[in-house]
């Protein structure tokens, strides 16, 4: 595979579930990004990790936990969401955190929570 | 004020004409820019980087910068009924050590052939 992937990319959960979204990036890259792009809304940058230290955190709901265990796999936990946070979730990476480093998108995780 | 501006759209042109897209920005202290193409249901892909004034060409594509202006702008020639997608406009700053992007909400594009 190359580039930046994600599991899955459907994804329908009860306000209840606990879930998982998956992001691999196979570019050699050492900074990963979570986004949530809503119908009639702006990207929204929610985590940004840098050599798999979480360096921002755009003032998001402790329900989505972020999980960075290397530099090549980012996961975002999500638990007891609300029908709002229903949007197309993206993760990108680029070659650092710092400088003006092209982020490269994956195809993104639609979720929908019921 | 909203941190970066395009208007939504839809900009409606017709094949073979001159699209342009226009974006403005709040912050003084950004210092890089980018356009995404978004085609419906897929992710945003790079397609032009602008760092300083001037204009920079790619193909039938010109980003333009005016940093006193606080303005950027997509220029794509010779329009295609495939450049039809949304426009995102992207502004970086370097911010304690790591980029804080801001995007805009997005211009929708639609060549009519």
């Known amino acids: 595979e190359t580039g930046v992937t994600q599991t899955p990319r459907h994804l329908v959960m009860g306000m209840t579930n606990k879930k998982s979204l998956k992001c691999e990036q196979h570019?050699?890259?050492?900074?990963m990004y979570w986004y949530k792009q809503s119908a009639k809304k702006p990207l929204e940058l929610m985590f940004v990790?840098?050599?798999?230290?979480?360096?921002e955190n755009n003032s998001v709901p402790s329900r989505f936990s972020p999980e960075c265990p290397n530099s090549s796999h980012l996961f975002l936990h999500l638990h007891t969401l609300q029908p709002e946070d229903s949007a197309l979730y993206l993760c990108?990476?680029?070659?650092?955190?710092?400088?003006?480093?092209?982020?490269?998108f994956g195809p993104g995780t639609r979720l929908t929570v019921l | 004020q909203k941190e970066v501006e395009q208007n939504s759209g839809p900009l409606s042109v017709p094949e073979g004409a001159i699209a342009s897209l226009n974006c403005t920005y709040s912050?003084?202290?950004?210092?890089?820019f980018f356009w995404y193409r978004q085609y419906s249901g897929k992710s945003p892909e790079l397609i032009m980087s602008?760092?300083?004034?001037g204009d920079k060409e790619d193909g039938r594509f010109t980003a333009q910068l005016n940093k006193a202006s606080q303005y950027v702008s997509l220029l794509i020639r010779d329009s295609q009924p495939s450049d039809s997608a949304t426009y995102l406009c992207a502004v970086i700053l370097n911010s304690g050590g790591y980029q804080k992007v801001t995007f805009g909400i997005g211009t929708k594009l639609q060549v009519i052939p």
């Open positions: 990790y840098s050599l798999e230290e979480r360096v």
């Open positions: 570019l050699g890259h050492n900074a």
């Open positions: 602008i760092y300083s004034n």
């Open positions: 990108a990476s680029s070659r650092s955190s710092g400088g003006y480093n092209e982020q490269f």
């Open positions: 912050d003084r202290g950004s210092q890089s």
